[in-house]
């Protein structure tokens, strides 16, 4: 679906309708795939670094995404993933060292002394599963306290 909206629809639709339509990509990680996860970091950390590379990126790891499959990933470490997912973002020019920076697990316990330390997209992705989360909503409110809530927190 990507490659053919990508790369056939968005181009009428940018012709066409670009005041009337506008895509919204969500990123879907499939956790039965373990390397969903990492393959959706690198594009996360892509669109960190070069937002307007994210759309060739994404088009690149669906080109290669038996690359990632899992017999293809089941024997290799998490940071030798990255490695490869850092080495594609250049075929997009994204810079290799840069993506694998946001990427790479350390392997040592962060200063608090922490060994679930994730990488520098972590609460990236988790922002992307979990959404924004505000506990001053509640499912109480009001037309008048949402009202007060926009109102106060929508620039």
Same mark, same amino acid.
């Given at each position: 679906? &990507?490659k053919?909206?990508?790369?056939?629809?968005f181009?009428?639709?940018?012709?066409?309708?670009?005041?009337? #339509?506008?895509?919204?990509?969500?990123?879907?990680?499939?956790?039965?795939?373990?390397?969903?996860?990492? #393959?959706?970091? *690198?594009?996360? *950390?892509?669109?960190?670094?070069?937002?307007?590379?994210?759309?060739? &990126?994404?088009? *690149?790891?669906?080109?290669?995404?038996?690359?990632?499959?899992?017999?293809?990933?089941?024997?290799?470490?998490?940071?030798?993933?990255y490695?490869?997912? *850092?080495?594609?973002?250049?075929?997009?020019?994204?810079?290799?060292?840069?993506?694998?920076?946001?990427?790479?697990?350390?392997?040592?316990?962060?200063?608090?002394?922490?060994?679930?330390?994730?990488?520098?997209?972590?609460?990236?992705?988790?922002?992307?599963?979990?959404?924004?989360?505000?506990?001053?909503?509640?499912?109480? &409110?009001?037309?008048?306290?949402?009202?007060?809530?926009?109102?106060?927190?929508?620039?």
């Open positions: 679906m &990507f053919t909206v990508y790369h056939d629809v181009p009428i639709v940018m012709e066409r309708y670009a005041e009337k #339509v506008h895509f919204i990509f969500r990123q879907q990680i499939q956790p039965w795939h373990p390397s969903s996860t990492l #393959v959706h970091e *690198a594009g996360l *950390a892509v669109a960190r670094l070069a937002p307007e590379r994210f759309y060739p &990126f994404s088009d *690149a790891l669906f080109e290669n995404q038996t690359d990632y499959f899992d017999v293809n990933v089941v024997n290799e470490p998490r940071n030798k993933t490695e490869r997912l *850092a080495k594609l973002g250049t075929s997009v020019g994204v810079d290799e060292k840069k993506l694998l920076g946001l990427l790479r697990v350390d392997d040592k316990p962060d200063p608090e002394g922490s060994l679930n330390i994730g990488n520098k997209v972590t609460n990236d992705l988790k922002l992307l599963v979990k959404g924004i989360v505000d506990s001053s909503i509640q499912s109480s &409110f009001t037309k008048e306290q949402w009202t007060e809530w926009l109102e106060k927190n929508v620039t």
